[in-house]
């Protein structure tokens, strides 16, 4: 409720001018109406001061409990008689007026803000979007100045453009369970992956940034955990799988070597030469940001930034504990995705129980968090369950899947049998172990 434009005293201190001088409400009954106030309970209580005056009836404490009691609203007796204390006269009560206009204003903004935002996020142009305001949500704040037009007009090309990531799936995932409910990473966002060592995280977003490097999108990877060769066998491996089944991640690391130039070209041919390595990736935010805009201004593209993982990051200053320290990396790592305008996807270590290492202000700071859990309590096992840890409001609908772990990559089964089958064998595996 904080964070929507009101104000309480406004709305009382208007309420009680009107009913201490309800001759008032002659100059401004033409423009005010209910929405004015935002409190429900002074929105009840204008409703009864309203219908009094327009029956011409009196308007005092006595009647307007009446008319209250008459709508069967629940209401506090005591608020009622105390809104006349809230002003000393009723002199005031133009600019007690305004502010609660301004306030309404703002909350239609509001709303039509997110409808624009929702109609992005259909799919629907800047253009679309402006009519359908035009032609409906107009009237909601002004007819008369037509300089809130222009201003509703700009805010919906604005949001437009602010939101077009994600009428474009620019940012996509290429993972249903990710991308069915939040439809695309936003710019400013950050998706934390949590899991215990050896469960896939890693290779889950290596096959995120290849879905993301095909889509056009320059990925910076920041690979604290593995070196740049190891990262870049890694990548031809997994894919290479995709279309062999019987593919040897061993014999084809050994074949790399005699054969660079061509596994060069098919690197090259799978990410679209859109996944960045680093010769010496650094551990410290100020250095990654330097690598962020290196990256933005030689390819001009969108970035989506891929920090592997946050156990090893770093940032100046000197700090009394360990939690102390991750919390403000937490930070910054949020303030670098608003200030780059960017996605940054975080891999985040599990403990063997299932829980994320660190302080809850961890998850407080992200946007997005999902924890990754091998199906049958062994990180040995084939099928990962994914969860959703932490959210904002979901832009999309919710999808049911688990991962596989195949050769080099991570498969998703959306196939609701298969999830079953999954599932059971993983509670009569978690049993035998128990």
């Known amino acids: 409720m904080q964070n929507i434009p009101h104000s309480d005293e406004n709305e009382k201190a208007l309420l009680g001018s009107l009913i201490l001088a309800p001759n ?89 803000a997110y409808k624009a935002v929702k109609g992005i996020s259909e799919g629907l142009g800047a253009a679309e979007v402006r009519n359908e305001l035009r032609s ?41 369970f990710i991308d069915n ?76 070597k005699d054969y660079k130039e061509s596994a060069a070209e098919f690197y090259k041919a799978q990410t679209k030469e859109n996944i960045f390595l680093f010769d010496k990736p650094s551990t410290y935010l100020s250095d990654i940001r330097k690598h962020i805009r290196l990256v933005k201004k030689t390819t001009k593209k969108p970035v989506c930034l891929f920090l592997d993982s946050f156990s090893q990051l770093n940032i100046a200053g000197t700090y009394k504990s360990d939690t102390e320290r991750e919390n403000e990396i937490s930070k910054e790592i949020t303030q670098l995705a608003k200030e780059e305008n960017i996605p940054i996807i975080i891999i985040h270590h599990n403990n063997k129980e299932g829980k994320f290492r660190g302080s809850e202000k961890l998850k407080d700071n992200s946007w997005w968090w999902i924890s990754l859990s091998p199906i049958g309590g062994e990180t040995n096992s084939k099928y990962i369950n994914p969860k959703w840890v932490k959210t904002r409001e979901f832009r999309g609908a919710f999808k049911d899947v688990i991962f596989e772990k195949v050769n080099g990559y991570i498969k998703e089964i959306t196939d609701e049998y298969t999830i079953q089958s999954a599932l059971e064998d993983g509670k009569k595996q978690k049993k035998m172990f128990t």
């Open 181 to 256: 409910p939040i439809y695309s990473l936003m710019p400013a966002e950050t998706l934390f992956i949590a899991a215990e060592g050896g469960l896939g995280k890693s290779t889950l977003c290596k096959e995120i940034a290849i879905n993301m490097a095909q889509n056009g999108v320059a990925c910076v990877f920041e690979t604290l955990e593995q070196t740049k060769e190891s990262m870049y066998t890694s990548i031809i491996n997994g894919e290479a799988a995709k279309s062999r089944v019987d593919h040897n991640f061993l014999a084809l690391t050994e074949m790399l």
């Open 24 to 112: 008032k409400i002659d100059e401004i009954k033409d423009d005010i109406n209910e929405d004015y106030f935002y409190n429900d309970k002074n929105k009840a209580i204008f409703r009864a001061v309203f219908k009094l005056y327009k029956q011409k009836k009196g308007i005092d404490y006595i009647t307007i409990i009446s008319e209250l009691d008459k709508a069967r609203v629940i209401y506090d007796k005591k608020y009622v008689i105390e809104l006349g204390d809230c002003v000393p006269s009723a002199a005031n009560y133009r600019f007690y007026f305004e502010q609660c206009r301004e306030e309404c204003e703002k909350r239609s903004l509001l709303r039509i």
């Open 136 to 176: 409906s949500k107009m009237e909601e704040i002004s007819l008369k100045d037509y300089s809130y037009n222009d201003h509703v007009s700009e805010m919906a090309e604005k949001t437009a453009l602010k939101f077009r990531d994600i009428s474009k799936k620019i940012y996509a995932t290429g993972f249903e």
